[in-house]
């Protein structure tokens, strides 16, 4: 099983910051195979990147993704109230899918 | 816009079988891949398995043989049954559409139902 590992745990900013989000590989991925996504307080998660740098469909230019091997990066610029939530990595490399324990991103 | 509604009891006992359905509206079942998600405080968001239209799966091992999916496409649904249940299957059950660009990407999903096992 591919285990992810996102840090920081939490990460503390204010609204017009950039925000970098790491998110680790325990095994090479190709790019191809990894996903961001976000989830506020009280909603389900929704997809903002795979293949580690397509948008998803709707999603700001703001968000963008960049990584290869074993480490990923999404990155979030001016930082506004709706973006404080919590963001997963998912990789789709191999069998079964998983998911990251989350980056908090708060104020 | 497609929209996905999970149904369920919210609650079951222990070693009981909890049966879940996934009402897609606003588009078609058909050729897409679904899912079924579940996520909990203490292993946050864990892959269940995917289904095709066609009736194709693909199951996360940890769950053991405990789970299965299927599809009705005559009533644009799809189902999970979790048998065996035990207080470690409690959580909120999502459903979820998969697209297959690359990699499968969860890009549609439900709310998500709440599912307690308890006594």
């Known amino acids: 099983e591919i285990v992810l590992t996102q840090s920081p745990g939490t990460l503390s900013l204010s609204p017009g910051e950039r925000a970098t989000l790491s998110c680790r590989a325990s095994?090479?991925?190709?790019?191809?195979?990894l996903a961001w996504y976000q989830q506020r307080p009280g909603q389900a998660p929704r997809l903002l990147m795979y293949?580690?740098?397509n948008r998803a469909a709707g999603i700001s230019d703001k968000f963008s993704g960049s990584g290869s091997g074993t480490e990923f990066t999404l990155t979030i610029s001016r930082l506004e109230p709706d973006d404080f939530a919590v963001y997963y990595c998912q990789q789709s490399a191999g069998s079964p899918r998983t998911f990251g324990q989350g980056t908090k991103l708060e104020i | 816009q497609v929209q996905l509604q999970e149904s369920g009891p919210g609650l079951v006992k222990p070693s009981e079988t909890v049966s879940l359905t996934c009402t897609v509206s606003g588009g078609s079942i058909n050729n897409h891949w679904w899912s079924w998600i579940r996520q909990s405080p203490g292993k946050g968001l864990e892959w269940i398995g995917f289904?095709?239209?066609?009736?194709?799966?693909n199951y996360n091992p940890s769950l053991k043989s405990r789970a299965t999916i299927s599809v009705d496409t005559s009533r644009n649904q799809f189902s999970l049954n979790l048998n065996f249940v035990t207080a470690a299957d409690t959580a909120i059950y999502h459903c979820?559409?998969?697209?297959?660009?690359?990699?499968?990407?969860?890009?549609?999903w439900g709310q998500g139902t709440l599912v307690t096992v308890s006594s």
């Open positions: 095994q090479t991925l190709s790019s191809s195979y």
């Open positions: 979820a559409r998969t697209i297959a660009y690359g990699g499968k990407w969860f890009d549609t």
């Open positions: 293949g580690a740098s």
């Open positions: 289904i095709y239209d066609t009736g194709s799966t």
